[in-house]
T-cell receptor
Framework: GAGVSQSPSNKVTEKGKDVELRCDPI?????LYWYRQSLGQGLEFLIY????????KSGLPSDRFSAERTGGSVSTLTIQRTQQEDSAVYLC?????????????FGEGSRLTVL | GQQLNQSPQSMFIQEGEDVSMNCTSS?????WLWYKQDPGEGPVLLIA???AGELTSNGRLTAQFGITRKDSFLNISASIPSDVGIYFC???????????WGAGTKLIIKP
Protein backbone atom coordinates (compact mmCIF):
# COMPACT_ATOMS: atom_id res chain seq x y z
CA GLY A 1 0.00 0.00 0.00
CA ALA A 2 0.91 3.62 -0.31
CA GLY A 3 0.58 4.56 3.34
CA VAL A 4 2.12 3.59 6.67
CA SER A 5 0.90 0.13 7.58
CA GLN A 6 0.55 -1.07 11.17
CA SER A 7 -0.35 -4.46 12.57
CA PRO A 8 -2.20 -5.74 14.40
CA SER A 9 -4.93 -3.11 14.30
CA ASN A 10 -6.28 -4.42 17.60
CA LYS A 11 -4.59 -6.48 20.28
CA VAL A 12 -6.09 -7.70 23.53
CA THR A 13 -3.68 -9.28 25.96
CA GLU A 14 -3.47 -10.30 29.56
CA LYS A 15 -1.44 -8.41 32.09
CA GLY A 16 2.09 -9.71 32.22
CA LYS A 17 2.24 -10.94 28.63
CA ASP A 18 4.61 -9.53 26.02
CA VAL A 19 3.31 -7.88 22.85
CA GLU A 20 4.89 -6.89 19.54
CA LEU A 21 3.52 -4.19 17.31
CA ARG A 22 4.71 -3.82 13.73
CA CYS A 23 5.10 -0.79 11.49
CA ASP A 24 5.76 -0.75 7.75
CA PRO A 25 6.69 2.82 6.80
CA ILE A 26 6.13 4.40 3.42
CA UNK A 27 8.78 3.13 1.02
CA UNK A 28 11.77 5.43 0.91
CA UNK A 29 10.95 7.29 4.11
CA UNK A 30 14.09 7.53 6.19
CA UNK A 31 12.60 8.66 9.49
CA LEU A 32 10.27 6.52 11.62
CA TYR A 33 8.52 7.44 14.86
CA TRP A 34 6.45 5.64 17.47
CA TYR A 35 3.88 7.55 19.51
CA ARG A 36 1.39 6.52 22.16
CA GLN A 37 -2.09 8.02 22.37
CA SER A 38 -4.21 7.42 25.44
CA LEU A 39 -7.96 8.03 25.34
CA GLY A 40 -8.73 11.71 24.95
CA GLN A 41 -5.09 12.71 25.08
CA GLY A 42 -2.53 14.14 22.71
CA LEU A 43 0.32 12.10 21.34
CA GLU A 44 3.19 11.02 23.52
CA PHE A 45 6.55 10.55 21.76
CA LEU A 46 8.20 7.17 22.35
CA ILE A 47 11.11 6.64 19.97
CA TYR A 48 12.58 7.99 16.71
CA UNK A 49 14.73 6.29 14.07
CA UNK A 50 16.62 8.21 11.39
CA UNK A 51 18.62 6.27 8.86
CA UNK A 52 21.63 4.57 10.39
CA UNK A 53 21.88 6.98 13.33
CA UNK A 54 21.38 5.82 16.89
CA UNK A 55 17.66 6.01 17.73
CA UNK A 56 16.28 8.70 20.04
CA LYS A 57 14.80 6.59 22.85
CA SER A 58 14.16 9.51 25.18
CA GLY A 59 10.37 8.99 25.19
CA LEU A 60 10.26 5.32 26.19
CA PRO A 61 8.39 5.27 29.53
CA SER A 62 10.20 2.28 31.05
CA ASP A 63 12.67 -0.47 30.26
CA ARG A 64 9.74 -2.73 29.43
CA PHE A 65 9.46 -0.82 26.15
CA SER A 66 11.89 -1.35 23.29
CA ALA A 67 11.89 -0.93 19.54
CA GLU A 68 14.04 -1.87 16.64
CA ARG A 69 14.13 -1.06 12.97
CA THR A 70 15.56 -3.65 10.66
CA GLY A 71 17.19 -2.77 7.36
CA GLY A 72 16.06 0.82 7.65
CA SER A 73 12.48 -0.15 6.95
CA VAL A 74 10.11 -2.21 9.13
CA SER A 75 10.01 -1.44 12.83
CA THR A 76 8.78 -3.48 15.78
CA LEU A 77 7.74 -2.00 19.12
CA THR A 78 7.91 -4.54 21.94
CA ILE A 79 6.25 -4.15 25.32
CA GLN A 80 7.30 -6.72 27.90
CA ARG A 81 5.26 -7.73 30.93
CA THR A 82 2.35 -5.53 29.89
CA GLN A 83 0.48 -3.53 32.49
CA GLN A 84 -3.05 -2.14 32.34
CA GLU A 85 -1.69 1.39 32.02
CA ASP A 86 -0.07 0.33 28.75
CA SER A 87 -3.53 0.23 27.17
CA ALA A 88 -3.53 2.86 24.42
CA VAL A 89 -3.31 3.34 20.67
CA TYR A 90 0.25 3.03 19.43
CA LEU A 91 0.83 5.13 16.33
CA CYS A 92 3.69 4.83 13.90
CA UNK A 93 4.70 7.64 11.56
CA UNK A 94 7.30 8.06 8.85
CA UNK A 95 8.79 11.01 7.03
CA UNK A 96 10.88 11.34 3.88
CA UNK A 97 14.18 13.15 3.78
CA UNK A 98 13.74 16.77 2.84
CA UNK A 99 10.45 17.47 4.57
CA UNK A 100 10.20 19.56 7.72
CA UNK A 101 10.93 17.44 10.78
CA UNK A 102 7.36 17.83 12.06
CA UNK A 103 5.64 16.78 8.82
CA UNK A 104 4.75 13.19 9.58
CA UNK A 105 2.68 10.52 7.83
CA PHE A 106 0.83 8.37 10.34
CA GLY A 107 -0.50 4.86 10.21
CA GLU A 108 -3.92 3.96 11.56
CA GLY A 109 -2.48 2.74 14.82
CA SER A 110 -2.52 -0.45 16.86
CA ARG A 111 -5.04 -0.41 19.69
CA LEU A 112 -3.68 -2.32 22.68
CA THR A 113 -5.94 -3.41 25.51
CA VAL A 114 -4.36 -5.02 28.55
CA LEU A 115 -6.83 -6.88 30.72
CA GLY B 1 8.41 19.10 30.39
CA GLN B 2 7.09 21.59 27.90
CA GLN B 3 3.37 21.59 27.28
CA LEU B 4 0.96 23.10 24.83
CA ASN B 5 -2.37 24.44 25.99
CA GLN B 6 -4.97 23.85 23.32
CA SER B 7 -8.47 25.29 23.50
CA PRO B 8 -11.29 24.79 23.41
CA GLN B 9 -11.36 21.13 24.40
CA SER B 10 -14.49 20.60 22.32
CA MET B 11 -16.81 22.61 20.12
CA PHE B 12 -20.42 22.03 19.16
CA ILE B 13 -21.28 24.04 16.07
CA GLN B 14 -23.90 24.30 13.36
CA GLU B 15 -22.99 23.39 9.79
CA GLY B 16 -21.90 26.51 7.97
CA GLU B 17 -20.46 28.23 11.03
CA ASP B 18 -16.87 29.39 11.26
CA VAL B 19 -14.59 27.70 13.82
CA SER B 20 -11.57 28.99 15.67
CA MET B 21 -9.18 27.13 17.96
CA ASN B 22 -5.77 27.98 19.36
CA CYS B 23 -2.67 26.74 21.08
CA THR B 24 -0.34 28.51 23.45
CA SER B 25 3.06 27.66 24.83
CA SER B 26 5.02 29.02 27.75
CA UNK B 27 8.17 29.03 25.63
CA UNK B 28 9.14 30.04 22.10
CA UNK B 29 8.55 27.58 19.28
CA UNK B 30 10.17 27.62 15.84
CA UNK B 31 7.55 25.45 14.18
CA TRP B 32 3.80 25.09 14.56
CA LEU B 33 1.75 22.40 12.88
CA TRP B 34 -1.93 21.52 12.78
CA TYR B 35 -3.15 17.94 12.33
CA LYS B 36 -6.62 16.40 12.09
CA GLN B 37 -7.52 12.93 13.33
CA ASP B 38 -10.64 11.07 12.24
CA PRO B 39 -11.96 8.15 14.34
CA GLY B 40 -9.86 5.02 13.89
CA GLU B 41 -7.27 6.86 11.83
CA GLY B 42 -3.89 8.41 12.44
CA PRO B 43 -3.47 12.21 12.41
CA VAL B 44 -3.15 13.89 9.02
CA LEU B 45 -1.14 17.07 8.54
CA LEU B 46 -3.25 20.10 7.60
CA ILE B 47 -0.87 23.06 7.77
CA ALA B 48 2.77 23.61 8.75
CA UNK B 49 4.05 27.05 9.82
CA UNK B 50 7.72 28.01 10.01
CA UNK B 51 7.92 31.80 10.41
CA ALA B 52 6.57 34.12 13.09
CA GLY B 53 3.60 36.01 11.72
CA GLU B 54 3.11 33.52 8.88
CA LEU B 55 -0.50 33.12 7.77
CA THR B 56 -1.20 30.07 5.63
CA SER B 57 -4.38 28.75 4.06
CA ASN B 58 -5.38 25.30 2.89
CA GLY B 59 -8.83 25.52 1.33
CA ARG B 60 -11.26 26.61 4.05
CA LEU B 61 -8.56 26.29 6.71
CA THR B 62 -6.33 29.17 7.76
CA ALA B 63 -3.59 28.97 10.37
CA GLN B 64 -1.28 31.60 11.80
CA PHE B 65 2.06 31.44 13.60
CA GLY B 66 1.80 34.01 16.38
CA ILE B 67 4.17 36.96 16.29
CA THR B 68 5.39 36.18 19.82
CA ARG B 69 6.20 32.61 18.63
CA LYS B 70 4.28 31.30 21.63
CA ASP B 71 0.92 30.70 20.00
CA SER B 72 -0.92 29.62 16.89
CA PHE B 73 -4.52 29.51 15.79
CA LEU B 74 -6.51 27.53 13.27
CA ASN B 75 -9.70 28.81 11.65
CA ILE B 76 -12.15 26.78 9.61
CA SER B 77 -14.64 28.74 7.55
CA ALA B 78 -18.13 27.56 6.61
CA SER B 79 -17.87 24.20 8.36
CA ILE B 80 -19.21 21.07 6.67
CA PRO B 81 -19.99 17.62 8.13
CA SER B 82 -16.65 16.12 7.09
CA ASP B 83 -14.85 18.67 9.28
CA VAL B 84 -15.80 16.67 12.39
CA GLY B 85 -12.88 15.10 14.14
CA ILE B 86 -10.12 16.00 16.55
CA TYR B 87 -7.72 18.80 15.65
CA PHE B 88 -4.26 18.77 17.21
CA CYS B 89 -1.69 21.49 17.34
CA UNK B 90 1.95 20.47 17.60
CA UNK B 91 5.10 22.48 17.91
CA UNK B 92 8.87 22.31 18.10
CA UNK B 93 11.19 24.60 20.05
CA UNK B 94 13.87 23.78 17.48
CA UNK B 95 13.89 21.58 14.39
CA UNK B 96 15.85 18.80 16.10
CA UNK B 97 13.44 18.60 19.03
CA UNK B 98 10.61 16.08 19.06
CA UNK B 99 7.12 17.40 18.45
CA UNK B 100 5.13 18.53 21.47
CA TRP B 101 1.39 17.96 21.08
CA GLY B 102 -1.68 19.70 22.39
CA ALA B 103 -4.49 17.60 23.88
CA GLY B 104 -6.76 18.25 20.90
CA THR B 105 -9.98 20.09 20.06
CA LYS B 106 -12.92 17.84 19.27
CA LEU B 107 -15.19 19.36 16.65
CA ILE B 108 -18.80 18.19 16.60
CA ILE B 109 -21.37 19.46 14.15
CA LYS B 110 -24.91 19.62 15.48
CA PRO B 111 -27.49 18.10 13.17
Amino acid sequence: GAGVSQSPSNKVTEKGKDVELRCDPISGHTALYWYRQSLGQGLEFLIYFQGNSAPDKSGLPSDRFSAERTGGSVSTLTIQRTQQEDSAVYLCASRPRGLGSGELFFGEGSRLTVL
Amino acid sequence: GQQLNQSPQSMFIQEGEDVSMNCTSSSIFNTWLWYKQDPGEGPVLLIALYKAGELTSNGRLTAQFGITRKDSFLNISASIPSDVGIYFCAGQPTSNYQLIWGAGTKLIIKP
